[in-house]
């Protein structure tokens, strides 16, 4: 497959989309909690802070909405509210 004039590479493409770049400075727990989630998930630092930020908006939304976020534990039945505070 030959480039035309005109193509743009993947890193163009990735670079085309970015909105907003930020730079962050970690706690040294939080530091760790992303080193974990490195390693256990294999994603980016952006990958998972994308994830985290979107995921922080769902339940941020679903909680303004007046909803619960209940975490249930498989093994003993045992359902907790979840809260932000």
Do not use: C, W
Request: net charge negative; hydrophobic share 35%.
């Amino acid at each position: 497959m030959t480039s035309q004039p005109g193509d743009k590479t993947a890193r163009e493409v990735v670079s085309s989309q970015i909105v907003n770049r930020i730079t962050v400075a970690l706690i040294p727990a939080v530091s760790e909690d992303l080193e974990r989630l490195q390693e256990r998930t294999s994603l980016s630092k952006t990958d998972i802070t994308n994830r985290a930020i979107t995921l922080y908006e769902f339940i941020d939304a679903q909680l303004h909405s007046g909803n619960e976020l209940l975490i249930r534990d498989k093994q003993t039945g045992e359902t907790r509210t979840f809260l932000i505070m």
